[in-house]
């Protein structure tokens, strides 16, 4: 009689947003990987937003992400989601600590601070989104950058922006790239990385503010710089 054998699961535990976990619950679909770095794999899924991460523990918390206690993430294999789990080949990685991606709510910011701000970063004209939509070149394209920090200052502070989140829930998929596309639905829903967040608190004085600008201005080679010019124009609107 033949022996049967079976390669063991590897199981990593991931800190993730709530929004993640509960597209992890549904059922199990094929995700097709969109790019693969040391630090990070995305990949594209009928579920959320349309893409989930798997994010070394350096790499930018995206709210899409699913936080590996691991710095590299090299995941051969077909990718499945759902069940409970996003499976790479034999590796299973499941939600452990629940993270939140959601911008709080806040007052509006200190006009010093803002004034601040302006001294390092242009703010971005977000008078004609569309415009910025899709607009320049890689994963995330710094006009869509833009919009996702003025969304998350909208959440923080309140300011009417339905017109800019009907053009990304209605039109990001058909005119930017894919994360790109869910990264602009999640800050249409108020979520943002932490980068973002340490700079809203700046803005309101809870914590000094070059620090919070370095921090934002490190992610990506464009983006943080676009994320800050963004966020800094719903500052200035609030």
């Given at each position: ?37 040391p630090s ?106 833009v919009l ?83 966020v800094v ?6």
């Amino acid at each position: 009689m033949a022996t049967v054998t079976t390669t063991p699961t590897v199981t990593f535990r991931a800190s993730v947003p709530l929004r993640m976990r509960q597209a992890l619950s549904g059922p199990p679909c094929r995700g097709e990987v969109l790019a693969r770095f040391p630090s990070a794999v995305y990949v594209a899924v009928p579920q959320a937003f349309g893409v989930i991460a798997v994010l070394g523990r350096d790499a930018v918390r995206l709210p899409c992400g699913l936080v590996v206690p691991a710095a590299n993430v090299d995941l051969p294999g077909d990718v499945v989601m759902g069940g409970g789990a996003l499976r790479f080949g034999d590796v299973a990685i499941r939600p452990g600590r629940l993270v939140s991606a959601v911008v709080a709510r806040r007052p509006p910011p200190q006009r010093a601070r803002v004034r601040a701000a302006q001294a390092t970063v242009d703010p971005a004209d977000v008078t004609d989104p569309r415009q910025l939509l899709g607009r320049g070149a890689g994963l995330t394209p710094e006009g869509d950058d833009v919009l996702a920090g003025y969304l998350a200052g909208a959440a923080a502070y309140g300011i009417p922006a339905d017109d800019m989140r009907t053009l990304v829930n209605g039109e990001a998929a058909s005119r930017t790239t894919t994360l790109s596309a869910a990264l602009l639905r999640h800050a249409a829903a108020g979520e943002a990385i932490p980068q973002v967040d340490g700079l809203l608190d700046a803005l309101d004085g809870r914590r000094p503010l070059d620090p919070a600008l370095a921090e934002l201005f490190a992610v990506g080679h464009t983006s943080g710089a676009a994320l800050a010019s963004g966020v800094v124009a719903a500052a200035i609107a609030a």
